[in-house]
């Protein structure tokens, strides 16, 4: 009987898991309490807007290494698209004002001493502020570390961290800011290019994974939701999905890859982040104008980031709880206005709607601040055959795809100790 290992949750944490996990010596099963894979990280077709959409817009940077990897193994990683350099065009929408971060290669900055590469308003000297974020007070926000304000905090260094961390800067964790800038800013431009899935996530991130493992013989079982891990002598004996057990051998192991929520009612005891906030994604079936760049920062709006899929224009609003309960044709109409202001160099638009969906993820990342951050368990548990997998465990980055797979690969690298 070869060795099994179970996988509890099919977001990218448990998928990335079980891609490294499924060798011939071994049997993988996947279960999955919805009836998709994805996770926060999906397709589906939306009958509001007629065609298929990602819950949400999901920016990947070519220095997130992990995620490249993954991408690279279940052979997907060429249906990433991004400029051939690290440029974000950005829009003031209350001035008006247009201009393009435009990072060199290397590590050494040289894009902060040329007006035309950096945020407008700002000199060489006020980018002194980015390195004292690389070494905050761990304990510390970044509000605590930094001067949240002036022309570089509202042209780069918020909507940077916004975006990575989830949060408002001012209360989100000095330390995961820390980890941001030393992988993007610091790293150089090399690991700044802006990448998306312009097909949209499932048949980029997660239908090639589907296809990798089912190819080596892992299974993969939706809408099988675990409702309790049994437990004795000190490991887990048994799955309980409600109708149907599962009795594990001496050498089995199990990847608990779900939310932090789940993972809370399924191991006694354990800690886990438990303060969310929401991203917003507005979704316009429009084909983006000839000329727009694939992702566009806007600042003093709404809308945050403006991404251009062939067919649609969607929008993200990061941090996004204070849009929760506006009425969603009345965000719909804000958030068109300011897509139609941002796209006049390129088309005019009609006032009119076009055909919209507006998808609010509530608990789209844990709350990226301090006191949430030392909530966030390791991988191993008390129990030798269970390891956490999930961008909540302790991975040293915020929430998002490169912590997932992270997550997913150390898991990974714990069942294959276990079972060697
Ligand atoms: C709208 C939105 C936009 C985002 N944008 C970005 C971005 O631009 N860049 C970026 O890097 N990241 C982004 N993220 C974050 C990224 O999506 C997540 O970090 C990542 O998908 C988390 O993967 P995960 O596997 O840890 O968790 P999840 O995706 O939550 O997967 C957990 C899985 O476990 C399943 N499950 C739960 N309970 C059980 C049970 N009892 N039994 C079986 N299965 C169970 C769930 O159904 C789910 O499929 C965004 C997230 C959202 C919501």
Redesign the pocket.
């Known amino acids: 009987m070869p060795r099994t290992v179970h996988i509890?949750?099919?977001?990218?944490?448990?998928?990335s898991a079980a891609v490294r996990l499924a060798t011939p010596d071994r049997r993988v099963v996947v279960?999955?309490?919805?009836a998709?894979?994805?996770?926060?990280?999906r397709s589906y077709h939306d009958a509001a807007v007629g065609m298929t959409i990602d819950?949400?817009?999901?920016?990947?940077l070519s220095g997130?290494d992990a995620?490249l990897e993954f991408l690279r193994t279940i052979g997907s990683a060429q249906r990433l698209i991004g400029p051939a350099a690290a440029e974000f065009p950005f829009l003031d929408l209350k001035s008006g004002e247009r201009w393009t971060l435009r990072f060199n290669d290397g590590r050494l900055p040289l894009w902060i001493f040329d007006p035309r590469r950096r945020v407008p308003g700002t000199r060489a000297l006020d980018y002194a502020s980015v390195a004292r974020l690389l070494w905050p007070k761990p304990e510390n926000t970044v509000g605590e570390t930094i001067a949240c304000r002036g022309a570089l905090y509202s042209g780069l260094i918020e909507p940077l961290l916004l975006?990575a961390l989830?949060i408002d800067p001012l209360q989100g964790s000095a330390k995961l800011a820390a980890a941001v800038i030393r992988e993007t800013l610091a790293a150089g431009g090399r690991a700044c290019r802006p990448l998306i899935a312009r097909d949209g996530l499932a048949p980029t991130l997660i239908e090639p994974a589907f296809d990798y493992l089912h190819g080596r013989g892992a299974q993969v079982r939706l809408e099988?939701?675990?409702?309790a891990l049994r437990s004795e002598g000190g490991r887990v004996a048994m799955l309980d999905f409600g109708d149907e057990t599962v009795a594990l051998a001496e050498a089995d192991a199990v990847v608990l890859?779900?939310?932090p929520y789940?993972a809370a009612s399924?191991v006694p005891g354990l800690t886990v982040p438990n303060e969310f906030r929401a991203?917003v994604?507005a979704h316009f079936r429009f084909a983006p104008p000839a000329g727009q760049p694939p992702i566009v920062g806007i600042i003093n709006a709404t809308t945050q980031w403006i991404f251009a899929f062939p067919g649609r224009l969607s929008v993200?609003v990061?941090a996004g709880d204070a849009l929760l309960d506006v009425p969603r044709e009345q965000l719909a109409r804000t958030i068109w206005a300011e897509v139609a202001q941002a796209a006049a160099p390129w088309t005019e638009m009609a006032a009119d709607l076009p055909p919209w969906q507006i998808?609010r993820?509530r608990r789209?990342?844990f709350a990226a601040t301090p006191e949430q951050d030392k909530r966030r368990p390791g991988a191993r548990t008390t129990w030798r055959n269970l390891v956490l997998?999930?961008?909540?465990t302790n991975t040293g980055l915020p929430?998002?795809?490169?912590?997932?797979i992270r997550?997913?690969n150390r898991a990974a690298a714990l069942v294959n100790q276990m079972q060697s």
Not at 55 to 60: I, R, V
Not at 224 to 227: E, N, P
Not at 399 to 404: D, Q, V, Y
């Open positions: 509890i949750g099919a977001g990218l944490a448990g998928l279960h999955e309490a919805t998709f894979a994805g996770g926060r990280c819950n949400g817009n999901h920016l990947l997130n995620a975006a989830n099988h939701q675990l409702r890859a779900v939310p789940a399924l991203i994604n993200t990061s998808v993820e789209a990342t997998a999930g961008d909540w929430a998002t795809i490169e912590g997932a997550s997913g």
